[in-house]
DNA sequence: TATGAATGAGGATTCATTCAT
DNA sequence: AATGAATGAATCCTCATTCAT
């Protein structure tokens, strides 16, 4: 019997706290931006009280620069092994261009949230100067297109200016 | 006397409020962001009384929707004037190209709050839902690509979509 | 007519928001100690808005700060005056102690604040370390003493102890 | 094996939870003063958890309240042991301040914590109206003084406030 | 008409207390 | 019985907006 209910309380969900928090967070902060999500605005949308908003971040700040650093690496990572799959370089480009609208499309809130953070409120940077989420993501588009660039299927050109141009062109996109 | 003394101060300075603040608030829109520019920063700016704002403006939200509106018609305005010099379409893309940039290296701040307005929290754009500084931007350059495109010069594209990938990606590189 | 309004406009009470402001702090710290008193209590017992404080005060400490330093000034200054009126050095400090408890009789609340203010939160002196109403009280009441050392009048004693210790009593007193 | 165990942990050590804890809020209280003691605070140091605190005490006053009154039966009948001792009035009264002098240097967060809850807020006198930790201590005192004053060997005085007054004296000594 | 002091709704954060384990 | 994560009431403070001068 003890052995049953021990199963059974851990199959009635163990709640993750903290990734139930970041993913309502995500959720929000997309939606209303920095400055119009209120902690009571994620608090009610994770379902948890306020207070325990705070015992997993610090603070608002540390709760959007968790958010995006978990999501970049989620989302990142899931595309980047996809275009691993790939040998050659063209073909990855391509895959990723395809992952990248994949992601537009089916997770509107989570590609908005990506690319839209960058514009923050300058508060926000100025306490914040080392936080910029997007900086992994470029960096991968960068690889991508240096190798191409390598293999001589693309022709000779600033790799990251590259990188940032297709990011935002895909961004403002979005937004319109 | 009297009269005098008045004459003297009006042919001094007939001073346009209304234009002096909208000049400060796109200044300080531009450094700190909508939500982190208080009416008191934009007062200050002025060299104006807070109350005086509320004579030329309804509220913030409205401030910052006139400052838009204006400065994309004045710099569009020059833009488009140069622009329409050139006889060949493909030689008024160039020159676009050209005025946009020299428009984001000269005035940077205009063209950081011109560019970046659009991210504003979806609070803002629930309450004024009309809303789109850029539409008459992205509207003159899809207007350029579809002149190009009637010539022959460039291929069959979604030139709206063209547009706005082109200020998008200018938009990010000045982000980074 | 012009003049005839003026003066009864300033008849009509040019209200001294600083003074009303600290006047109703020093009754509320008195009554319900610093951490029990909020800044609506304050707001409400002045009969202001909470924001109006704020115009005057940069927060709840500097708001005790200088109205215990207003109030110590006051009374202290109007024991001073009688005081000094005294030539003989034991009539004055009859004087003085006679004034001291007038004050404490006829003004119980701001003789609480006075004396009671002293043992605030260990956390609002961590604030504000240079923060000692009772000192200039003190100073006075050891010279006093001092005075009267000098004239041979009482024996040679530590002035200061002796002054803390008196006004210890009595806050001692007023207390239970 | 299983008795021999329990056995030895209770002879090692059967924790008394409630003393451990009472032991830690007195330090705490007396260095940090009631309102800027948080029960985590007094957990950590007491070495428990936080639930274990309400376990033993209902809640944070009667915490506060119990720990004082402990405090003060405890060295009260310390000092009063001693004094015991002595048969002649002045001998005991003498005896009297040289232990209360010993306890404030020994231990002097005892001693700040002993005199300074006093002047808790009226906030959590309102709601403890019967709390006064130091009525017993200053009973003794008064007691000692109409010894005596019975013995004729001091001059006939209000014996009560004289305790009040020699205490208070001794207090804010200890404040500066 | 320009001004800025007064205002209070709203938001981030803390902490005493509860309760499931 | 001991524990500590979850909770939300309560508090300080900001800032858009109003209005009397």
Redesign the interface.
Known sequence: MNLLSKTKKKSLKPVNYRQKIMDAAIRVFA??????TTMIDVARAAKVGIGTLYNYFKNKDELLISSADKTIETELGKIRKICEKQADPMDRMETYFIQHAMLLKENPHIARFLV?Q??????FFERNPEFNPLRHY?NFVKELFETAKESGRIKDVDTK?LA??????????I??
């Open positions: 939606r209303k931006g920095y400055n119009d839209s960058l514009r923050q409120s300058e508060g470029v200016a940032i141009m297709v990011i935002g062109s895909m961004d403002m996109l937004c319109q």
